[in-house]
């Protein structure tokens, strides 16, 4: 079992910056590849990056690419997200997640959730 807990969330004014945390326990995350995903109100939950567990292979949506950086450290078991130029339509909750194998974009491949962090920003 793998509980994990997102923080870093916050309001910012457009162009602004956010780094967000995803802190693992009950298991190590050295073999799990992590996502992050977000969900605005009234929409669907949207993939926005992925990184295996060597940090190899890493995935971003297009939305985000350029702007977003994923990263980890296995060592803190902690997996990050880097948020430069934020727009108000990168205004969501953020959950990160994890699954066995290299990651993957698809929402319902991945087995652990995070509770997620609010992200708002502003015009």
């Known amino acids: 079992q793998v509980q994990l807990v997102e923080s870093g969330g916050g309001l910012v004014q457009a162009g602004a910056s956010l780094r967000l945390s995803c802190a693992a326990s009950g298991r190590t995350l050295s073999s799990y590849a992590m996502g992050w995903f977000r969900q605005a109100p009234g929409k669907e939950r949207e993939f926005v990056s992925a990184?295996?567990?060597?940090?190899?292979?890493?995935y971003y949506a297009a939305s985000v690419k350029g702007r977003f950086t994923i990263s980890r450290d296995n060592a803190k078991n902690t997996v990050y997200l880097q948020m430069n130029s934020l727009k108000p339509e990168d205004t969501a909750v953020y959950y990160c997640a994890a699954v066995e194998g290299i990651g993957t974009p698809q929402v319902r491949l991945y087995k652990y959730w995070g509770q997620g962090t609010q992200v708002t920003v502003s015009s």
């Open positions: 990184i295996n567990w060597s940090g190899g292979y890493i």
